[in-house]
């Protein structure tokens, strides 16, 4: 039978591990960051691999965009009451349940010959990946001494953000020297890693309170708001911001979460109890936590585009060419906790959006000749300013949360990551599309290039929208020239569209995280044995 510890939902386990390794504090952190990182991971060692996938699969640019956001959709609506799972039959089985079906389906987007089972598995990782990343934080909250959770706590978000940051130069590694199914099938060693260790390690804890019921009608009125929301903001280019269908998604969508909210109030076991938002500082973590994600996913996703359609990279030279940004994040994320500790959150945080949206402005300012030092420059600052607020928003969140409701503070928090990614790609996507859908004709006409039909243009578009040149073999070379031109100049416009929305959108959280401040609850849980 597997061990078990039944502890108080009100904080951290003060019973003695197990015999030999299993239970250990330090020995779990490195078990549940093995399984973490895959997940992390994922959310961003994708969006090097999405150019190969697109011209392999012969996908179209919705497509590739549903490659990441029926990821972090799953994962979204789902970390909660996966969270809830945890504190009800164990966060070490929950743990475990995850790791297995997150390498399993990452083997089997590896095998798959459509976009179709790409994006199916996708989301199939989605939802175990939601399994792992709140049952972690369920393990290490009850193994670790409050005096050394906060540390673990620290090196578990680094494992996070290392992992994310360097998802693009793997991948890169990845899909140039071996091919873009390789970016899953690494996927698979970790997984058994991670269950050798987890089932061997992990000892497993429970809430003496856990909870005896799921709030069904919650998780579905969550699930289609999100959805139909999504779906609007992909949909749109091709509908057109004006069509009935869009409108009757973002309508639906709205119509759901003012349902959803009304029966959260109602029911005994909420999936989102609402009375978290009463503290405003939570609440403003939450939302710099979405902000955050819509700037950062949504601009990476374009970047890696420019950098191999517009600028001919391989995909190693543009994981490369993203390698300031991953070593700011990984430095900023030990100085951003030092800095926090020592003055608060609040200065980091602002300091952080505003570096953010200033890197994100210098983003918008790259030309297809844009050299190495300036778009190093540009990425460098970017990553400085994720760091803290990475850092300090989950401290705001989780801090501010009443202890017995921390566990679900922690996968509000990763939700509101997941959500802003979501809504980053598709956000940034449809402003992208209509730019180039309204740009391509003017600049085609202008350049004195022979005249397309309409479902020639739609196509030609379709590929300017990812940076690609719609020519073919048969194109003569000085008209390809000109395509090409055309092309990339009108995917600059677009990307400078884009980037700038996301500059406006860090602009609005400087404003956001002034209402930050040091979590209420933060020094609670004290009183834990030394391990």
Same mark, same amino acid.
């Given at each position: ?73 799953? $994962? ?26 997150? %390498? ?19 989301? $199939? ?74 089932? *061997? ?39 057109? *911001? ?29 999936? @989102? ?61 030990? $100085? ?24 994100? *402005? ?33 401290? /705001? ?29 598709? /956000?940034?996507?449809? @402003? ?69 929305? %996301? %500059?406006?959108?860090?602009? /609005?959280?400087?404003?956001? %995280? ?14 834990? /044995?030394?391990?």
């Amino acid at each position: 039978m597997t061990s078990q510890t039944t502890i108080d939902a009100a904080g951290p386990s003060d019973a003695t591990p197990g015999k030999g390794l299993r239970g250990h504090p330090w020995f779990t952190l490195i078990t549940v960051a093995v399984g973490v990182m895959m997940v992390a991971l994922d959310g961003t060692i994708v969006a090097i691999a999405n150019p190969a996938i697109q011209k392999d699969l012969d996908a179209s640019f919705a497509d590739v965009q549903w490659i990441t956001n029926g990821y972090f959709l799953a $994962l979204a609506v789902c970390l909660i009451t996966a969270g809830k799972l945890g504190d009800r039959f164990g966060h070490r089985q929950t743990f475990l349940v995850g790791v297995v079906g997150f %390498a399993a389906a990452s083997g089997a987007i590896g095998l798959s010959s459509s976009i179709a089972l790409v994006v199916t598995f996708r989301v $199939l990782q989605g939802l175990f990946g939601a399994l792992l990343m709140p049952a972690a934080l369920g393990l290490l909250r009850a193994t670790f001494p409050a005096e050394k959770l906060n540390m673990a706590i620290g090196i578990w978000g680094m494992v996070i953000g290392a992992s994310t940051a360097g998802g693009p130069i793997l991948g890169g590694v990845l899909v140039e020297h071996v091919n873009w199914q390789s970016v899953f099938f690494i996927n698979v060693p970790v997984g058994v890693l991670a269950l050798a260790l987890g089932a *061997w390690i992990l000892l497993d804890h429970r809430a003496e309170n856990a909870p005896r019921s799921f709030d069904i009608l919650g998780i579905v009125l969550l699930s289609v708001a999100m959805f139909c929301l999504v779906w609007a903001l992909i949909k749109a280019p091709t509908w057109g *911001w004006g069509d009935g269908r869009t409108w009757l998604f973002l309508v639906a969508s709205v119509a759901l979460f003012v349902v959803f909210a009304l029966w959260e109030t109602r029911v005994k076991e909420p999936l @989102i109890p609402l009375a978290l938002f009463r503290s405003v500082s939570l609440s403003a973590g939450v939302v710099l936590m979405v902000l955050m994600a819509i700037a950062f996913m949504g601009g990476l996703f374009f970047v890696t585009f420019y950098l191999q359609n517009v600028h001919g990279m391989s995909p190693v030279d543009a994981g490369l060419h993203l390698l300031p940004l991953t070593g700011m994040m990984i430095v900023g994320s030990p $100085l951003a906790g030092a800095a926090i500790t020592a003055v608060g959150p609040r200065v980091p945080l602002v300091t952080g959006m505003a570096c953010t949206a200033v890197a994100m *402005w210098g983003v918008s300012t790259l030309e297809t000749d844009t050299g190495s030092g300036l778009m190093s420059l540009w990425f460098a600052l970017l990553g400085l300013g994720l760091a803290p607020v990475m850092v300090g928003a989950t401290e /705001v969140i989780v801090g501010n949360a009443p202890l017995e409701l921390s566990g679900v503070a922690g996968g509000l928090q990763q939700s509101a990551m997941q959500i802003g990614g979501s809504l980053g790609t598709a /956000v940034l996507g449809a @402003i992208m599309a209509s730019k180039v859908d309204s740009d391509l004709p003017g600049n085609w006409a202008d350049a004195g290039l022979p005249p397309l039909s309409p479902e020639q243009m739609d196509q030609a578009s379709e590929a300017v929208q990812v940076g690609a040149a719609p020519v073919t073999p048969e194109t003569p070379a000085q008209v390809a020239a000109q395509i090409t031109d055309v092309a990339h100049d009108t995917f600059i416009s677009g990307m400078s569209l884009a980037s700038l929305t %996301a %500059a406006g959108v860090a602009a /609005v959280a400087v404003l956001v %995280a002034f209402l930050a401040k040091r979590g209420e609850n933060a020094e609670a849980g004290g009183g834990a /044995v030394h391990v």
